[in-house]
């Protein structure tokens, strides 16, 4: 296929920019169209990106005989009606995170656009960090032996005007959940794709300080499929917000990194040190602090899924297993109880 792949954008707001900058800057691909229901929103967006047409009703974009690609923006607990009508248009999906906040409406998605034929991305940018990929790779080649501890820490400090400056925010139905599922999920996602599954979850979540319905603060102990043991601590309450922090260990060796790259490598009988890495961007105590690096490279990967006809690189089965253990998470905290993941 030589034309470009062309992209919409439904929601146009925080997130909204970097997948803009990513498609308008990537020669594979071209935004066609943006959508809003604030339509002067929308309008103002479109101006700024150079986009021809907007929209403020998603159903009359997804008729347009000129998009391939749908980029789903829109506050969390909207993103599986969006993705739904997407794939009944016949159009791919690239939808950020998290896929959806409940399992039925993961569920409905996924099928409908399997059902579809048409592909379903999940954005995780956090993945293409080379920190993680390295570790990932150190813990698939075997170097560590047996895995015994893979923590997570996500501490984040939102203020109390973050939760006001859009209505869904901090809500049940629309973010699904607070420090775990809105922020924490890239880590508990990027702590499950080095580590491997999660078998078991024991959780207290709480609303320690902000003035929200979800939890501001969470910690969990997770027993995963491989036999280790792990902690996730996530909050977006404590002034500041710290680097997130990853801390894998086994028999024969750690590695510990945050934001600004490896604090440890470290192998039995081995004089290897730590791969450079360049530093991220950090969003601990600032939501719009993103590097663009991670969009564009999930922006690319689409388009090039669509022309060679594969999976993405986060594709949506993949994509909802943070949601999945965090609800499980969630679950453990209301009931007290040990929950037992699928
Ligand atoms: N990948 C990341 O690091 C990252 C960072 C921030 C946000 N996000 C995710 O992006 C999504 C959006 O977050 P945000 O911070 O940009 O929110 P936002 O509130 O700034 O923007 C959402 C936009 O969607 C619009 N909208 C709501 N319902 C709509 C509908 N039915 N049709 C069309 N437009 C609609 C709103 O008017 C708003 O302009 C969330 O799911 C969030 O979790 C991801």
Known sequence: ?????????????????????????????????????????????????????????????????????????????????????????????LCEKPLEITKDKLTAMIDACRNHGVKLGGVFQRRTLPAAIKTREAIQSGKFGKMVLGDAYLKYYRSPEYYKSA????????????????????????????????????????TLVRDIEVEDT????????????????GTTSVYP?????????????????????????????????????EAEKSAASDPQNLSLGGHYILVDDMAKAILEDREPMVPGEDARVAVDLLLAIYESSRTGKEVVLK
Request: hydrophobic share 40%; charged share 20%.
């Open 241 to 277: 917000g710290q680097d997130t922090r990853f801390e894998l260990h086994g028999e024969n060796g750690s590695i510990i990194f945050d934001d600004n790259g490896f604090k440890t490598w470290k192998f039995l009988n081995s004089e290897e040190t730590a791969p450079s890495v």
């Open 1 to 93: 296929m030589s034309r470009k792949i062309r992209f919409a954008i439904v929601g146009t707001g925080v997130i909204a920019p970097l997948h803009a900058k990513s498609i308008i800057n990537n020669p594979l691909t071209e935004l066609v169209a943006v959508c809003d229901i604030l339509v002067d929103k929308a309008q103002k967006f479109a101006d700024e990106y150079g986009v021809e047409h907007v929209y403020k009703d998603y159903h009359e974009m997804f008729k347009r005989d000129d998009i391939d690609v749908v980029s789903v923006c829109t506050p969390s607990g909207i993103h599986g009606e969006v993705a739904i009508a997407a794939a009944e248009a016949g159009l791919h999906v």
């Open 218 to 233: 969470a910690v969990a102990l997770l027993k995963y499929k491989n036999g280790a043991y792990g902690v996730i601590q």
């Open 167 to 206: 209505g869904w925010r901090g809500t049940w139905e629309l973010d699904g959940g607070g420090a775990l599922m809105n922020q924490g999920i890239h880590g508990i996602d990027l702590i499950q794709w080095m580590m491997g599954e999660v078998h078991s979850v024991v959780a207290r979540c709480g």
